[in-house]
Nanobody
Framework: QVRLIESGGGSVQAGAPLRLSCAVSGRGDMRLHMGWFRQRPSKEREFVAAVWNNGNTFYNDFVEGRFTVSKTSGENMVFLQMNDLKPEDTATYFC????????????????WGQGTQVTVFS
């Protein structure tokens, strides 16, 4: 059973950076696409970024070059480096994995972490 555990959330001032980590276990030989979602207060959960199993990356437009998603070569860790954070980035951030790239972005099926809270104050 694939297990995802996020860490690195916290409270930061606007403009500061923050790095989220996701530990991946239990995937065996399964090749997984990895990514991050977030859920802002009173909003639907939304896609943030993905790193495909070939290493290419894909971002939601609102990232605007501020976030970078990456993974270790062993694919047991996934990171989200967030720079120039804004108050509107305040959300619970979820690590996500799926053997399907389309399913990963759509949020259907696959695997989810429990989430880590990021609060950005002005």
């Amino acid at each position: 059973q694939v297990r995802l555990i996020e860490s690195g959330g916290g409270s930061v001032q606007a403009g500061a950076p923050l790095r989220l980590s996701c530990a991946v276990s239990g995937r065996g030989d399964m090749r997984l696409h990895m990514g991050w979602f977030r859920q802002r207060p009173s909003k639907e959960r939304e896609f943030v970024a993905a790193v495909w199993n070939n290493g290419n990356t894909f971002y939601n437009d609102f990232v605007e070059g501020r976030f970078t998603v990456s993974k270790t070569s062993g694919e047991n860790m996934v990171f989200l480096q967030m720079n120039d954070l804004k108050p509107e980035d305040t959300a619970t951030y979820f690590c996500r994995a799926s053997p399907s790239s389309q399913a990963l972005i759509s949020g259907q099926g696959g695997y989810w972490g429990q989430g880590t809270q990021v609060t950005v104050f002005s």
